[in-house]
């Protein structure tokens, strides 16, 4: 349920099991030494602020079952280095990787839509962000003025070539 793990700094791994379809919101929220978490194919839904402040996360494999990164779902996750995206998600949410400052490669399947307001500010690391699809199909996605406020790059490099953001 929400909150449940809420603030439990010394939560350091957790395994969910195959049971469990949805990771309900804030419920990681500021568990800030959690540095490895398994996620069954079986969740499929991870809801808002799920893993925001989760500052010892290093990177997080997004299964297959999940269509939309929700709003703020892993902002402040400080360590955060690696994000898998799969082809299944179809929206980012806003603010849903704010203040990942170490994260620095970011793919984005071309399965998504649309991008939120805010999604990536604050990724002072990022270097470099892959769209596994056509400029043209870029370019039909629905991104919000400010998706990549204090994002350090302006190029998404797509399959046919850059696009300068």
């Not at 297959?64 to 929700?70: D, G, Q, R, T, V």
């Not at 082809?87 to 704010?98: P, R, T």
């Amino acid at each position: 349920g929400e909150w449940a793990f809420w603030g439990c700094d010394s939560l350091i791994s957790i395994v969910i099991p195959d049971n469990v379809t949805s990771i309900e919101e804030n419920v990681f929220y500021r568990c800030s030494s959690l540095a490895t978490i398994s996620i069954p194919n079986s969740i499929t839904s991870i809801r808002k602020s799920a893993f925001e402040g989760c500052d010892s996360l290093t990177s997080i494999i997004i299964p297959n079952s999940i269509k939309s990164i929700k709003d703020r779902s892993y902002a402040y996750c400080r360590s955060l280095t690696v994000i898998a995206i799969p082809v299944s998600v179809m929206s980012i949410g806003e603010k849903a990787f704010l203040g990942c400052e170490s994260l620095t490669n970011i793919t984005i399947p071309d399965s998504v839509t649309s991008i939120g307001d805010e999604a990536f500010e604050g990724c002072e690391s990022l270097i470099s962000i892959t769209f596994q699809g056509t400029i043209a199909q870029w370019k039909k996605i629905k991104l919000r003025d400010s998706w990549k406020d204090r994002v350090p790059i302006n190029l998404v490099h797509c399959t046919d070539g850059d696009v300068e953001i």
